[in-house]
Nanobody
Framework: QVQLVESGGGLVQAGGSLGLSCAAS????????MGWYRQAPGKQRELVAA???????NYADSVMGRFTISRDNTRNTVYLEMNNLKPEDTAVYYC??????WGQGTQVTVSS
């Protein structure tokens, strides 16, 4: 079992920046991919960005060029740097590991 602890998020004005971090508990489970998903009210949860242990990254089209995901494999930690935030980025952001383990979620609110 992998436990994910998220931090960051909050309230920011449009055009601002925020950072998220997520640390995975020590575990015998090898974490191959870590990512961030988000869910806005009334919408399905969607992938924001993901990063493999080898360094490959994947982004949703809506955040490409604005968000940057990075990993520290030695600390089993993943980060999400969010720039030029838009009101439509408002959602609960969830950390994910290996597509099956989830964090508790952290709120990101972007005011117009």
């Amino acid at each position: 079992q992998v436990q994910l602890v998220e931090s960051g998020g909050g309230l920011v004005q449009a055009g601002g920046s925020l950072g998220l971090s997520c640390a995975a508990s020590e575990s015998r489970v090898s974490i191959f991919v870590m990512g961030w998903y988000r869910q806005a009210p009334g919408k399905q949860r969607e992938l924001v960005a993901a990063a493999t242990r080898g360094g490959s990254t994947n982004y949703a089209d809506s955040v490409m060029g604005r968000f940057t995901i990075s990993r520290d494999n030695t600390r089993n930690t993943v980060y999400l740097e969010m720039n030029n935030l838009k009101p439509e980025d408002t959602a609960v952001y969830y950390c994910n590991a290996n597509y099956i383990f989830w964090g508790q979620g952290t709120q990101v609110t972007v005011s117009s």
